[in-house]
């Protein structure tokens, strides 16, 4: 069993920064894919980015790609995701996801732990 703890989350303006990080205890995450998902409200769950385990390869959603990077440190057994040049629709809840079971990354049934979530606002 894996608990996985989000922080990170905050209010910012348009075109700042945010570093989310994702903790996991009860059992080491360096041998899974982990994933960030986002949901706004009203609209469904979203994969914005995934960090494979092996070879660490990386995958972005389009709407992130070259604002987001995901990366993790197994030392820790702690996954981040840094946000850069937020915009006002970057406005959601965010997860992580861990143990990802070979389906297409971005939908959220394709993992089987998650964390609580953290808030993230960015204003115009």
């Known amino acids: 069993q894996v608990q996985l703890a989000e922080s990170g989350g905050g209010s910012v303006q348009a075109g700042g920064s945010l570093r989310l990080s994702c903790v996991a205890s009860g059992s080491s995450i360096s041998w899974s894919s982990v994933g960030w998902f986002r949901q706004a409200p009203g609209k469904e769950r979203e994969g914005v980015a995934v960090?494979?385990?092996?070879?660490?390869?990386?995958s972005y959603a389009d709407s992130v790609k070259g604002r987001f990077a995901i990366s993790r440190d197994n030392t820790k057994n702690t996954v981040y995701l840094q946000m850069n040049r937020l915009k006002p629709e970057d406005t959601a809840m965010y997860y992580c996801a861990a143990h990802w079971n070979g389906g297409t990354w971005t939908l959220a049934d394709s993992f089987r732990y998650w964390g609580q979530g953290t808030q993230v606002t960015v204003s115009s």
């Open positions: 960090i494979f385990t092996g070879n660490g390869s990386t």
